[in-house]
């Protein structure tokens, strides 16, 4: 009897833990993301910089939180697997620039004209990723929710996609790469994006 008190206990006190470092990280993701949203603002937001200057400072800040290569990996799909080492960080790097070139001033001029708040909501995905959101009311009144879909690592909170009311921005590509790998290969592909890259996307509804 004795022994089965104690193995409940024992069962009971880890189980405390575990929600308990759940809950932390929870809490975690969302300081962290608040930082974000906060810094992404300030910049956007500082008229004594010019957009190019404010696009670099935004882009700098973002390298340290968005994991390129995972969401290349998604965009791509199943096809990654037939990637190289260097293919993988060569069309990262061009599917990145891409994004940057095609959204930078949209998504620069909309951040410094609308209102985001992060919402108090975190939905724990398991295997140690979560997805927090924001809501973002732009200048015209349209209202978007926002998800950051992340998982921990080293002290930090890696995003690896972004869904818009919904939409996932992984997902809406991956049609468009899976015809241009299998019509004219992995490096063409690759040289399309950084050359001239894909057409732009709508990724709310």
């Known amino acids: 009897m004795q022994r089965y008190v104690k193995a409940c206990l024992a069962g009971w006190m880890l189980m405390v833990a575990v929600c308990s470092f759940a809950a932390t990280q929870e809490q975690l993701a969302q300081q962290q993301l ?62 990145k620039n891409m994004i940057v070139r095609i959204y930078a001033h949209s998504a620069l001029m909309g951040a410094s004209n609308a209102s985001v708040k992060v919402i108090p909501k975190v939905v724990n995905q398991g295997n140690n990723r979560l997805e927090t959101f924001t809501e973002i009311v732009s200048a015209g009144n349209k209202h978007y929710t926002v998800g950051y879909q992340m998982y921990y690592a080293n002290g930090v909170f890696k995003i690896y996609n972004f869904r818009v009311n919904g939409t996932s921005l992984v997902t809406v590509y991956r049609s468009q790469f899976d015809q241009l790998i299998q019509k004219q290969g992995i490096d063409a592909t690759i040289a399309q994006l950084r050359n001239k890259g894909l057409g732009k996307v709508q990724i709310n509804k």
Not at 46 to 72: F, H, M, P, V
Not at 75 to 81: F, I, K, S
């Open 34 to 95: 608040q930082q974000n949203v906060d810094m992404v603002l300030s910049v956007a937001r500082d008229k004594s910089l010019n957009e190019q200057q404010r696009i670099s400072q935004i882009e700098r800040y973002a390298d340290q939180y968005l994991d390129y290569e995972r969401i290349s990996a998604l965009a791509v799909g199943m096809q990654w697997r037939q990637f190289t080492a260097q293919q993988r960080q060569d069309f990262s790097a061009a599917f």
